[in-house]
């Protein structure tokens, strides 16, 4: 365990000014950011709109562009940046080569690219709700105020990272065994775009293809029930859920198996 953590703060000396640290900070600024200017300077269009409806406008926004394109291209960068500082410098020999087990640097860097995935799409959920705030308390017109929906964005933005994580284990090992740029982004970006297709078109299998499960997650976020309008609940564990929760597990039990047995050169 301790040298779990010692290669896990490792990863974060390594990798602070990296693209992919700030990336995770500055990707939510920006999208919620924007979302609260769209409303703003159109502020005269939704003063009639409900406050529920009103979270869920603002909201609509950030989760629009995660749940398409932004959230799985993010992942495969994430994963690509954490090894990619290893494969520039050279020094994956030198890295195994310490007195750490494979595991403790292995599963150090996974769980460092999981940590960036996470604080990113928490940074969103807090962004999303002091903007709202912020809102409410510019146009008062607007009542933000009048319905609380923290509990709710939680929800939403923890289903989409269960539904990244089968996208990021398979990136992860596919940038931990190549060095190159080409290969594990080329190959994330086409097979984000198929899975974007995939869902965007309701293929019925589209939940067994990893790519596809943070557009189908969004696409199944709210739940057909039969309580008040003024109301939603979120519907977490769906097949796009279960299936990148499977995938995640087996690819990074094997990607250690794999890198357990292979020489590092």
Not at 2 to 22: A, H, M, P, Q
Not at 74 to 84: D, H, L
Not at 110 to 137: D, R, S, T
Not at 247 to 265: E, L, M, N, P
């Amino acid at each position: 365990m301790k040298g779990f953590i010692l290669s896990f703060r490792s990863e974060f000396y390594k990798t602070r000014k990296t693209l992919g640290f700030w990336g995770a900070i500055i990707l939510p600024v920006l999208i919620s950011l924007l979302a609260f200017v769209a409303v703003y300077t159109k502020s005269d269009k939704f003063v009639n709109t409900p406050p529920m409806m009103l979270w869920v406008q603002l909201s609509m926004i950030s989760l629009g562009s995660m749940g398409s394109l932004l959230l799985p291209i993010y992942t495969i960068f994430v994963a690509y940046s954490v090894n990619n500082v290893e494969h520039k410098a050279d020094t994956w020999k030198t890295l195994f080569s310490l007195p750490l087990s494979r595991w403790a640097v292995y599963g150090a860097k996974y769980f460092y690219a999981l940590f960036l995935l996470f604080l990113c799409l928490a940074l969103f959920v807090i962004f999303n709700i002091a903007f709202g705030n912020l809102l409410g308390a510019l146009k008062p017109e607007l009542k933000f105020g009048e319905y609380h929906m923290e509990l709710e964005l939680v929800q939403v933005y923890y289903k989409l990272f269960l539904s990244a994580l089968g996208i990021l284990s398979i990136q992860f090992l596919l940038s931990l065994l190549w060095a190159d740029f080409l290969k594990p982004m080329g190959l994330g970006f086409v097979a984000t775009i198929t899975g974007v297709i995939l869902a965007s078109n309701n293929w019925e299998y589209s939940y067994l293809f990893p790519y596809a499960h943070p557009m189908g997650a969004v696409r199944s976020m709210i739940k057909n029930n039969k309580g008040p309008a003024n109301h939603l609940e979120i519907n977490i564990y769906t097949h796009e859920v279960y299936v990148s929760l499977i995938v995640a597990v087996v690819v990074f039990v094997a990607g250690y198996y794999i890198v357990q047995r292979r020489s590092i050169k």
